[in-house]
C-alpha cells in the first residue's frame, strides 16, 4: 500500500506536497523515511504502469536542514 505523501502544511486549508509542469514534477514534504520510500513506490507504480523509466541523472534529491551524508544515503 502507498501511503499519502506528507507535505508541507502553511495553514488550515494549504498543504503542499507535489507540483507538476509539463514533464516535470516536484514533490515536497518533511524529510523522513515514510515520504522517500512514498516516492520511491510511486515512481515504481508509473513506471510499471507507463513504460516510461526516470531518468536518474536529470533527477535531484534536496534536503533542508538535513545532512548531505542523509541525502546521499537516501
Given at each position: 500500500m502507498?501511503?499519502?505523501?506528507?507535505?508541507?502544511?502553511?495553514?488550515?486549508?494549504?498543504?503542499?506536497?507535489?507540483?507538476?509542469?509539463?514533464?516535470?514534477?516536484v514533490f515536497?514534504?518533511?524529510?523522513?523515511?515514510?515520504?522517500?520510500?512514498?516516492?520511491?513506490?510511486?515512481?515504481?507504480?508509473?513506471?510499471?504502469?507507463?513504460?516510461?523509466?526516470?531518468?536518474?541523472?536529470?533527477?535531484?534529491?534536496?534536503?533542508?536542514?538535513?545532512?548531505?551524508?542523509?541525502?546521499?544515503?537516501?
Amino acid at each position: 500500500m502507498i501511503m499519502p505523501i506528507m507535505g508541507i502544511r502553511f495553514d488550515d486549508s494549504l498543504t503542499l506536497s507535489h507540483l507538476f509542469y509539463a514533464d516535470d514534477a516536484v514533490f515536497i514534504g518533511k524529510w523522513d523515511r515514510a515520504n522517500i520510500l512514498t516516492i520511491v513506490r510511486m515512481l515504481k507504480c508509473f513506471f510499471l504502469a507507463s513504460g516510461l523509466q526516470i531518468n536518474i541523472l536529470k533527477s535531484k534529491l534536496m534536503g533542508i536542514g538535513v545532512s548531505n551524508e542523509e541525502v546521499l544515503a537516501a
